[in-house]
């Protein structure tokens, strides 16, 4: 007489074993190619445009701007037409994931306006360029501690403007 096989485990246990072996499953957005030789960091329907302003107490203000594809603008925090301003020891989501490309340009490059290419681990593929734009889809302003500083000591001694101060 034939040896019975001896059932190891139910159904539903056979299944969740087979599931784990497996491994789980990842939904990866894939960013679109290029297709004859067009970057679609360059077109308007693929990529969005952040300007990223950096003030200066001199009064000098050093400014570029990143494109990046539009999955990765929303998943970093932004929206279209969204304004974000900070001091360099508070900074925002957005900022936090872009902190990296900051410090990619000279002085020179800011006079010249230089564009260079990163990849960023959160991000992706990005170009940088130094300059303003005239619509950018978001726009972070980054103050120096110091300047905002100065700005709530002249607001504190500063008289409201109802009150008419008479000088002789």
């Excluded at 019975?4 to 497996?22: E, P, S, Y």
């Excluded at 190619?33 to 445009?49: F, Q, Y």
């Excluded at 009064?59 to 494109?67: A, P, R, T």
């Excluded at 900070?86 to 800011?110: G, P």
Aim: aromatic share 6%; proline share 5%; glycine share 4%.
């Amino acid at each position: 007489m034939p040896k019975r096989k001896k059932k190891k485990g139910t159904d539903a246990w056979r299944k969740l074993l087979k599931v784990h072996k497996k491994g789980p499953k990842r939904v990866r957005i894939n960013h679109p190619r290029k297709k004859n030789g067009i970057d679609p960091l360059t077109t308007v329907e693929h990529a969005r445009k952040v300007q990223i302003i950096f003030k200066q107490s001199c009064g000098k203000d050093n400014s570029m701007c990143i494109h990046m594809f539009k999955e990765s603008f929303h998943k970093i925090g932004l929206k279209e037409g969204c304004v974000q301003t900070m001091t360099e020891k508070q900074y925002t989501r957005a900022a936090r994931h872009l902190k990296k490309t900051f410090d990619v340009f000279t002085h020179n490059d800011y006079l010249l306006t230089n564009i260079k290419e990163m990849k960023l681990e959160t991000i992706g593929r990005c170009i940088l360029i130094t300059g303003k734009l005239r619509k950018p889809d978001a726009t972070l302003h980054i103050e120096p501690v110091a300047t905002s500083r100065i700005r709530e000591h002249w607001q504190a001694y500063r008289p409201p403007p109802d009150v008419e101060v008479e000088y002789m």
